[in-house]
Nanobody, 122 residues
Framework: QVQLVESGGGLAQAGGSLRLSCAASGRILTINAMGWYRQLPGKERELVALFTKTGSTNYADSVKSRFTITRANDKNTEYLKMNSLKHENTAVYYC????????????????WGQGTQVTVAS
């Protein structure tokens, strides 16, 4: 069973920083891409940052130059460093692992973390 465990959310002041972490555990052979998404009540989940299989990164326009996604050498851990936080960054942030292969029989699939609340006080 694959699990994604997030940490690092909480309360920050506008202009401050937070770092989110996500560790994937379980029977994992490989993970293609890892990313961070956010969701507001009543809204759809949207992409914040993505670390692709090839090592490239993609960001939502609203967070470019302020947020940085990285992936640890073990490929099963990712981080999101959030600088210059704004009130509108307040949301529940979800870790995503896509293209997870657990054995040579099953197909790849995606997994989600439980979400971590980020609140930015203005």
């Amino acid at each position: 069973q694959v699990q994604l465990v997030e940490s690092g959310g909480g309360l920050a002041q506008a202009g401050g920083s937070l770092r989110l972490s996500c560790a994937a555990s379980g029977r994992i052979l490989t993970i293609n891409a890892m990313g961070w998404y956010r969701q507001l009540p009543g809204k759809e989940r949207e992409l914040v940052a993505l670390f692709t299989k090839t090592g490239s990164t993609n960001y939502a326009d609203s967070v470019k130059s302020r947020f940085t996604i990285t992936r640890a050498n073990d490929k099963n851990t990712e981080y999101l460093k959030m600088n210059s936080l704004k009130h509108e960054n307040t949301a529940v942030y979800y870790c995503n692992a896509d293209g997870v292969l657990v054995d040579t029989i099953q197909q790849r699939r995606a997994y989600w973390g439980q979400g971590t609340q980020v609140t930015v006080a203005s």
